[in-house]
Structures are given as structure tokens and as C-alpha cells.
């Protein structure tokens, strides 16, 4: 497939923001149960959904770069009874919505105790905001990896292991910038978030590297011969009936070179997984803010290699029917 | 249900690209907005097409066969291509199983055509709307046409009517009888797609011809006569009479 920028920066942006998400409301929980300390509202919740909503904006943008007619956009909300990606349009704005009001509630202190669970475990009313978007979060997370993984004849993405790798991928950049934003804001967590930084990039490089192996070992269920159905193992394509460029030829091949296409597999390696993990360590021994950042950065850059990856790997059957000129 | 479909006859098919233009030039001027070519004249041209016509030689030289292959929109009986769609757009209709895409709801977002393993869906590059066979909707019900002009284009303009069309749920029609007693076969059955569409093989053309057949078993001046057989270059009362 030929990878679209906009569809790479949505992607990838929005895994950034729902990582981040997650990665507050982590922290939150686990100071009602007296595991962590109490953050500040303003400065870490309320600041740090912000930041989870620019990305999420970011986001939201670049998709729209990818419609042909962005106007009639609120249309592709109405066929979530079939469609992964109307789900995902459904499920986005709801996650940027609950995003918004967690931040706002805690921001403006707008948090009433609701209930007290066991006398001691204080229950408000971002921590139930906070407990609807996470599960939005996750639900965004799949209806993204399904959008791929429900196309069974692309049989590089038709596995759960894209939907995984879209949950873990997203979730280790989120936790990456929750590391460098606490070290910003000088909150305590920064140990916190960088260990679980490091401890699911470390999953991810495990799905992430079990997909490249098992994409490695395809076996295509089609061919040239059930393409065109004449059963003969000798099929050599003569014309694809036209000289000219064609949509067919543009979409479904990335057009890179072989050479560029592994150095690119090898940069995703390299720079989403181990070069972060060393930074974070170096971050968190230092706590200097600059390495935390530069470490979710040169993460970021990473995943926009493996998301360009990602697609010029798949290989669509139609490509069967434009093998030469 | 009514499902109405094309039969392409590879056996007849000569790869003359007659059923691509007249599809281009019917459906670029119908009513649903032109077909959009950019740069014709220039570098690097491009154009929506609903049909295409590809060549592949099938064996090794020098039993070579040349099989040329038309390449338009299957019109699936499940087709994969519409519940992707986020908006609707894309849509099999109820009464015919024409699998369409309404241009005024589409988005441009080109999912169907990733959902399309047939690689059957064009984006117009000047609509920005995907584009498709629609098997000539606005003329196969065109009651100010000639009943038999009431066909899609391709269909009409092909010169050695490897193209059929009718309703291949219908068991009688002229598309199932050909695909029962042909051997028609459907692309990538293994993808469950179910096309409508239908293929006919190349098949030998051929006949067995006796020997006897090729003397006049049957004349009625050598019949009468002793054996053996009279020489068969003798004449025979057709040669030496005008009746």
C-alpha cells in the first residue's frame, strides 16, 4: 500500500495522546489508592490534557488531509454499525470531548466528591470521567487497529497483532512524553512513567517484532492464477491494458526503492524501541528534562518510520493485475 | 434475487479495447459527472476508468496462449467494499445487486478501494470521489432506448460478443445458461466475495470429423452396387448432373 502522511501523523499522533491519557489517569488512580502521591490539578492534570488534546488535534487535522471531500466529513460518523473507521470517527471526538472536561474539571477544580469507597478511597468526579475515557481510549486504540486488521485479503494487517501493536506502540510514545512532561512540571511521577515507558516499549518491541516475523513468512492466498482464473503455473503479465499512470498503480504501491524500504525497517528498530529505552534510563538517572524529551522525540520519529512501514509492507492482491505496463 | 452481472468470454475475446472506450465515453457523459483525465495531452497522464483491458500469456514458447482479460467491477454478492464505508456511500442495491457509490455522500476516503481486493475502484481526481462500474444504471432501464439497446455500453460495443449480460440468479438466463454449460468461474473465490461477475475459459475448438463422413455413404447409385466400395474418386450422378 502506498503510505498516506495524513493517515501516518493521525495515527500516530492520536496513540500519542491516548498513551498520555492513560498515563494520567494511572497516576490519578493510583494516588486514590495512596500508592503515589496527589499530583497538582492545574499544573499536571489540567496541563497535561491539554497537551493530550493538542495531539489529539494534531491528529484530527492531518486526517482530514486525507479526504478527498473534507466538508461532507460528518457523514463518515453515520455507519458504525459496519464500518471500523465510522467507529473510529464516532469514538475520537468522544475521546477529545472527555479529554477536555477531565482537564477541565480538574483545572477549574470543579471536582466534587461523589462517593467514599470503604470510608477511606475518595471516589470525584474526574476519577469517573477519567474511568469512561480510558475505556474510550481503548476503544479508539481497536477500532484504529481494526480499520487494518478487519481487511482479510491484506494479509499483513489481518492479524490481532495489529491491534495490539497499535494499543502498546501508542500507549509506550503516551508514556514516553507522560515521563518528559513530568520531569517538566517537576512532578514525582517522572520515575513512575519513565519504568512503565520503558517496560511497554519493551512489549511493544515483542508484538512489533512478532508481526515482522510472522509478515515475513506469509503465504499470499492469492495469485495470479485465481486472479485471472486459468490454472497453469506459467502466467506472465503482457499488458495492463494502458501505458499512463492510473489510481491502481498510485494507491496500493509505495513506490520506494528496496534499499530505502529496509533502511526503514531497520530506523523504526532502531529508533522506537532501543534508542528510547536507553534515553529514558539516562533520563531518569540524570532527571535532566531535555534527554526525557529528546527520548520521546526521537520515539515519535521512530513510529512515523514504523507507520510508513506498516503500510508499504502490506501488499494488496490487486497489485497481481499491474505486475508490468 | 435479481443479481445482474456480466459474462466475459475469454475464449472469444480478441483484446480489441472496444468495451474500455465505449464505457469511457458513455459514462463520461452521463449524468453523473464526467470521467476526469488529468494532463491527456502532457507528461504523466492519468484518467478514471471503469474497464480495463490486460494481456497475459499463459505457458511456456512455443505453447504460448495469449488470454486477454477485461478488468471492470464484479458487482459482488458480498461485496467487502461496502460495509467499510464510513459514510454510506457505497451500497448494493436491493433490487438488482448493483453494487454503486452515491458521488454526493462519498468522502474521498478510499477505504472501499483498499476493501476491494479486485482493485475494481477508481478515485476521480477531480471530483475526489471514488468512482466505479456501474453496469450502465442509467441505461440498461432506459425506456426511451430501444429495448435492445437497454445493455451496459461495453456489452454493445463488443465486436465478438464475448461480453454478456443478464441476471445470474435468474437459472434460465442467457448469463447462467452460458456460465453452466461453459464452466464459468468467478476471480479469487477464495476471499468469499462471491462476484457476480463470471468468467468463461478458453476452451478447444474443435470437431471430429469420420472418415465416412467425408465420401457419400448415402448415394443411392453406389449403394445399389456390388462390393467393395467404388473408388472415391468416381464420379459420382451429382457430378455429372445439374438437377
Known amino acids: 500500500m502506498h503510505p498516506a502522511f495524513s493517515v501516518i501523523f493521525l495515527t500516530t499522533l492520536i496513540g500519542v495522546a491516548q498513551g498520555l491519557f492513560l498515563a494520567l489517569y494511572t497516576g490519578q488512580l493510583y494516588s486514590v489508592v495512596n500508592v503515589l502521591p496527589v499530583q497538582d490539578s492545574h499544573s499536571f492534570y489540567g496541563l497535561g490534557s491539554l497537551l493530550a488534546l493538542v495531539f489529539l488535534s494534531g491528529g484530527l487535522i492531518a486526517s482530514f488531509f486525507h479526504l478527498g471531500r473534507p466538508e461532507r466529513a460528518w457523514r463518515s460518523a453515520t455507519q458504525w454499525r459496519t464500518s471500523w473507521l465510522s467507529r473510529e470517527v464516532v469514538v475520537l471526538p468522544a475521546f477529545m470531548g472527555l479529554t477536555a472536561l477531565y482537564g477541565l474539571i480538574h483545572y477549574f477544580d470543579l471536582n466534587p466528591v461523589l462517593f467514599k469507597f470503604s470510608g477511606v478511597f475518595v471516589v470525584d468526579l474526574s476519577l469517573l470521567v477519567g474511568a469512561v475515557n480510558t475505556l474510550l481510549a481503548f476503544t479508539l486504540f481497536f477500532c484504529t487497529g481494526m480499520i487494518y486488521a478487519c481487511i482479510k485479503f491484506l494479509q499483513e494487517w489481518a492479524t490481532p497483532l495489529t491491534v495490539v501493536n497499535y494499543m502498546l506502540l501508542g500507549s509506550a510514545s503516551g508514556f514516553s512524553l507522560a515521563t518528559a512532561f513530568a520531569a517538566y512540571v517537576g512532578s514525582e511521577l517522572v520515575t513512575f512513567y519513565g519504568a512503565w515507558a520503558i517496560i511497554i516499549t519493551l512489549a511493544a518491541f515483542v508484538t512489533r517484532s512478532a508481526s515482522l516475523l510472522r509478515n515475513a513468512r506469509i503465504k499470499y492466498k492469492s495469485s495470479l492464477r485465481s486472479a485471472i482464473g486459468i490454472r497453469h503455473a506459467q502466467i506472465e503479465q503482457k499488458s495492463r491494458g494502458f501505458m499512463a499512470g492510473s489510481f491502481n498503480t498510485r494507491e496500493y504501491f509505495h513506490g520506494a526503492s528496496a534499499q530505502s524500504y529496509r533502511v526503514v525497517k531497520w530506523l523504526f528498530l532502531l529508533l522506537v524501541f532501543p534508542l528510547p529505552v536507553v534515553l529514558i534510563s539516562i533520563g531518569l538517572g540524570s532527571g535532566v528534562f531535555v534527554i526525557l524529551a529528546l527520548a520521546f522525540a526521537v520515539q515519535y520519529l521512530g513510529l512515523l518510520a514504523e507507520r510508513w512501514f506498516f503500510f508499504a509492507q502490506a501488499n494488496h492482491p490487486q497489485n497481481l493485475y499491474y505486475q508490468t505496463v | ?243
Not at chain 2, 86 to 96: F, L, N, Q, V
Not at chain 2, 144 to 160: G, I
Not at chain 2, 166 to 188: F, H, T
Request: with cysteine; aromatic share 8%.
Open chain 2, 1 to 243: 434475487m435479481k443479481q445482474l452481472a456480466l459474462v466475459i468470454d475469454l475464449n472469444v475475446c480478441v483484446g480489441c479495447h472496444a468495451c474500455v472506450t465505449s464505457c469511457k465515453e458513455w459514462n463520461t457523459s452521463g449524468n453523473a459527472g464526467f470521467m476526469s483525465d488529468m494532463n491527456p495531452y502532457d507528461a504523466d497522464p492519468t484518467g478514471t476508468f471503469f474497464n480495463r483491458v490486460q494481456t497475459f500469456e499463459i505457458g511456456a514458447y512455443p505453447g504460448t496462449e495469449t488470454v486477454h482479460f477485461p478488468k471492470s467491477c464484479l458487482h459482488c454478492e458480498d461485496p467487502p467494499c461496502v460495509p467499510v464505508c464510513p459514510t454510506g456511500a457505497s451500497y448494493k442495491r436491493k433490487e438488482d445487486g448493483i453494487v454503486l457509490v452515491d458521488y454526493d455522500k462519498c468522502i474521498g476516503c478510499k477505504y472501499c478501494s483498499w476493501a476491494c481486493p479486485y482493485g475494481a475502484r477508481e478515485l476521480d481526481e477531480n471530483q475526489k470521489v471514488m468512482k466505479k462500474c456501474t453496469l450502465c444504471v442509467d441505461r440498461i432501464y432506459d425506456e426511451s432506448l430501444p429495448e435492445a439497446e437497454r445493455k451496459p455500453a461495453c456489452v454493445l460495443a463488443c465486436p465478438t460478443s464475448a461480453r454478456l449480460f443478464g441476471d445470474v440468479n435468474e437459472p434460465n438466463s442467457v448469463v447462467s445458461v452460458a456460465i453452466r454449460e461453459n464452466g464459468g468461474y468467478q476471480l479469487m473465490p477464495e476471499w468469499g466475495t462471491n462476484p457476480a461477475n463470471h468468467y468463461l475459459p478458453r476452451r478447444r475448438t474443435q470437431i471430429t470429423i469420420h472418415e465416412d463422413e467425408l465420401i457419400r455413404v448415402d448415394n443411392p447409385l453406389k449403394k445399389e452396387r456390388q462390393l467393395p466400395m467404388p473408388d472415391p474418386d468416381e464420379q459420382t450422378l451429382d457430378d455429372i448432373t445439374s438437377w
